[in-house]
């Protein structure tokens, strides 16, 4: 199972944009780069999920290199709510469990 | 719609004691997972299904059984509980058809074992 980097935590202003980077040096071409964060001690929260192309849905932006060995999470407007833990995983694909792998993540703190 | 729902919520063991933790889901998702949480860190995985009657083993599967006999639930059991196994347990669920392969989450069971 590819295994990801992230910073240990980051600090970010309200209303700004936050990005929070990850490595992925090791993962395999069929393998999807996901994003899930965590509040408080809740069960993770999906967010988004790229294989090779630059995603957008109502939550976040995720930016992934071209040669896929790292990737970007984009909180455009970042909001104290968003306080949390971000996880940056690679998955395996279906027909191998479709497992998730968890790092220790990211503390994302935003500050008023 | 409940989604996941895990059973208990908290509970408080000796050390050799046994217990099971009850995951269900109600969305007839085909894989389930079983993830455990320590303090300061990410979830690792302990065991998964992906199918009624399967298992397997995930990162950390030692002193767990786990059992899938009906789709919709998943059990972990701990035969005899140590201080080791301290920690918050979470259970997901996925669907096998295409779509976003996001994981669902229950609430956690949060165990502690004196």
């Known amino acids: 199972d590819a295994k990801t980097t992230q910073p240990p935590s980051m600090d970010c202003a309200e209303g700004r944009a936050a990005n929070l980077p990850c490595n992925h040096s090791?993962?395999?071409?069929?393998?999807?780069v996901y994003w899930y964060r965590q509040i408080h001690s809740q069960g993770p929260q999906y967010i988004i999920h790229?294989?090779?192309n630059n995603e957008t849905n109502e939550m976040a932006s995720l930016i992934i290199t071209e040669d896929r060995k790292s990737s970007t999470l984009i909180l455009p407007h970042a909001t104290l709510r968003d306080t949390a833990v971000y996880y940056c995983?690679?998955?395996?694909?279906?027909?191998?469990?479709?497992?998730?792998?968890f790092g220790a993540g990211t503390i994302l703190r935003v500050k008023s | 719609n409940a989604g996941v729902t895990q059973t208990p919520k908290f509970r408080v063991l000796k050390t050799g004691q046994s217990m099971t933790l009850l995951c269900a889901q109600d969305?007839?998702?085909?894989?389930m997972y079983w993830y455990r949480q320590d303090p300061g860190m990410g979830l690792r995985l302990i065991h998964y299904?992906?199918?009624?009657?399967?298992?397997a083993k995930g990162e950390v599967p030692d002193g767990y059984n786990v059992s899938r006999l009906k789709k919709q639930n998943f059990l972990l059991g701990l035969e005899s509980a140590a201080p080791s196994q301290t920690s918050v347990y979470f259970c997901?669920?996925?669907?096998?058809?295409?779509?976003?392969?996001?994981?669902?989450f229950g609430e956690g069971s949060r165990l502690t074992v004196l």
């Open positions: 997901a669920s996925t669907t096998r058809d295409r779509g976003t392969g996001e994981l669902f």
């Open positions: 090791t993962i395999s071409g069929n393998e999807y």
């Open positions: 790229g294989l090779k």
């Open positions: 995983i690679v998955r395996t694909p279906m027909e191998y469990g479709n497992k998730l792998v």
């Open positions: 969305m007839n998702h085909e894989y």
């Open positions: 299904s992906v199918g009624e009657g399967t298992t």
